[in-house]
């Protein structure tokens, strides 16, 4: 076989030809799964992060803030303000809306449990609602066909909105028996019901 070679250079040329590019081949199919696999690296990196942020921007825990001195009205037309709300137990503050889909939802799924939540852990529900004088009408026969028996605030100009630094609803606030907002937390998916009872629980443990 060697002396056929030697007395063939056409035929070793191309052999060792197609031995480099066989090589070339294997480098580049190296070099593909290389980069593949820190691509996928990266993506699954980038992912995690998107996701931790996202997880991170709905769920944030207070560090014991005060309610600001703000004024909100009642169904019946009267003032009042939202540092005066009395409770010996928790309080939940609820941003919602009636055009708001998701927060009519949430609310009305606390609803169904709301009485078990009282006796167990003391705790009182005020829904404040941002709908504006053009749909603040809507606010009372919601609220009574719904039959909630949380307290009811109007935010019709949003000075209580902007001073709690609500951007979207829903917006919910867990408060301690000082009045310090503990928790918060923004959107509503079935089954978040389930993750503020559990803050609620925290706080008469």
Not at 167 to 178: A, D, E, G, I, Y
Request: aromatic share 12%.
């Amino acid at each position: 076989m060697v002396i056929f070679l030697i007395k063939n250079p056409d035929f070793n040329q191309g052999f060792l030809l197609k031995n480099q590019e066989n090589k070339i081949l294997r480098l580049r199919n190296y070099q593909y799964i290389c980069n593949n696999y820190l691509k996928n690296y990266k993506m699954k990196n980038i992912l995690h992060l998107i996701l931790s942020l996202i997880i991170f921007s709905n769920i944030t825990i207070a560090q014991n803030k005060e309610l600001p001195s703000t004024k909100v009205t009642t169904l019946d037309g009267k003032p009042f303000n939202i540092q005066d709300i009395e409770n010996k137990g928790p309080i939940i503050i609820n941003f919602w809306a009636t055009w708001c889909k998701p927060c009519k939802k949430e609310l009305n799924n606390i609803a169904e449990v709301y009485e078990d939540w009282q006796e167990e852990t003391g705790v009182k529900l005020i829904a404040v609602s941002i709908d504006d004088t053009r749909s603040m009408s809507k606010v009372a026969p919601y609220v009574n066909s719904s039959g909630w028996e949380y307290e009811i605030y109007l935010d019709p100009n949003g000075d209580l909105k902007r001073a709690m630094g609500v951007s979207t609803v829903p917006h919910t606030f867990v408060l301690n028996n000082k009045n310090e907002i503990v928790w918060q937390h923004r959107g509503y998916v079935d089954g978040d019901e389930y993750d503020l009872y559990t803050e609620i629980e925290r706080l008469v443990k």
